[in-house]
């Protein structure tokens, strides 16, 4: 005589044909082309060395001053223009703006004594320069993304140029508060991870590392990609907006040695640019020389980049037009969804000279 197991009706039945076309779905989407990204028209108008700055024309120009992207030295900036429809950059353009964009290129073994001094001093002040004169405005608007944001804070409180705007999104100012293992923090700050030794021995930071770095901050989110992508593999819109992120997050750069010992030493463990004490080359980068219109845009679904880690730039700022918002977004998809673009325009339009 037959008996029912107890577990019957627990256990969902395995549809064997759904889960056929599911694996297909995903192997079919595994093994195509990688997409194409970068897709608005773009001139270069200046070069040093790895780096190259990259002028975007407005569709049908609006504002007399254009504005200028700071990217972080961690990650390629394509996610800045990463589908069309979808592009922060592509929906400046069409709302009328002159952008232009720093890409910091890929460092090579030779490029290991550039520090984030050199990165300030030698690229990006000459880059602005040639914006101002290529553009022929009078003044501009920085734009600072991630780690790209610290870097045009520090520079807007040490430079000479006319810099009317600094807008600064999912930003770092201060390093104290830290996502991710205690134990590199404690190493870090205690000396105990030897960072001299490796980037003596090695010069840069090699593109393995720092995706290991960005997928043990981000755990157990790096790890479930391909699990949502198994789940959702029918879905064409779903899959396309997959592929141009995973591709982003499997492109990372080499990070030039020097840069990131001033980066470990003088941000994350002596938190000097909170504190009022980092110095880029002779200058004091002091947050209080900054007297540019502020917009800091924060992400309440940030897994890298704490509110608290960008809101003492509002208190440390001389500017007398401050803005702070949160946004419900995480620290990647506010620009791969184009949503940046709006925020920008939102609160630029009125500060960026309408002609």
């Known amino acids: 005589m037959a008996t029912e197991s107890p577990l019957k009706g627990l256990i969902p039945e395995l549809d064997v044909e759904k889960e056929m076309k599911r694996w297909s779905h995903l192997f079919k989407v595994l093994s ?3 997409p194409k990204v970068g897709h608005t028209p773009r001139n270069e108008v200046w070069r040093k060395n790895k780096s190259t700055l990259w002028h975007y024309q407005a569709k049908q120009k609006k504002y007399g ?3 200028f992207f700071v990217y972080s030295l961690f990650n390629k900036p394509y996610i800045l223009d990463i589908a069309p429809k979808a592009s922060v950059i592509e929906g400046l353009t069409n709302m ?3 952008v232009y964009l720093l890409d910091w290129g890929s460092p090579g073994y030779e490029d290991k004594k550039i520090g984030l001094d050199t990165y300030i001093e030698k690229y990006l002040n000459a880059a602005v320069k040639r914006a101002i004169r290529h553009s ?6 920085l734009i600072g993304y991630c780690l790209g944001g610290t870097i045009a804070s520090i520079y807007t409180a040490i430079a000479e140029e006319p810099i009317k705007n600094l807008i600064v999104a999912t930003v770092p100012i201060d390093f104290k508060p830290f996502i991710g293992p205690d134990q590199w923090a404690e190493g870090m700050r205690n000396g105990d991870i ?3 030794g490796f980037i003596d021995t090695y010069g840069i930071v090699p593109p393995q590392l720092v995706d290991g770095m960005f997928r043990a901050i981000g755990a157990p989110i790096y790890f479930t990609n391909y699990t949502m992508l198994l789940s959702r593999a029918h879905d064409q ?3 396309d907006k997959w ?3 995973n591709k982003w997050t499997l492109d990372q750069v080499p990070f030039a040695g020097e840069a990131y010992r001033q980066l470990a030493y003088d941000l994350f463990k002596e938190n000097k640019l909170v504190k009022g004490e980092l110095m880029v080359g002779n200058k004091k980068a002091d947050l209080k020389n900054i007297t540019a219109n502020l917009f800091v845009v924060s992400g309440s679904r940030d897994n890298l980049i ?3 880690q960008s809101k003492p730039i509002m208190d440390l700022a001389s500017s007398e037009d401050k803005t702070f918002i949160s946004v419900e977004a995480g620290h990647v998809s506010l620009a791969l969804s184009g949503l940046f673009a709006k925020i920008v325009d939102q609160w630029a339009s009125s500060r960026s000279n309408p002609l």
């Open 65 to 67: 001053i254009p504005l």
């Open 243 to 245: 592929r141009r992120m």
């Open 32 to 34: 195509e082309p990688e």
């Open 96 to 98: 009328g703006y002159e």
């Open 306 to 308: 704490l509110e608290e």
């Open 194 to 196: 030897n960072i001299d």
């Open 136 to 141: 022929g405005a009078e003044e501009i608007t």
């Open 237 to 239: 819109r779903y899959v």
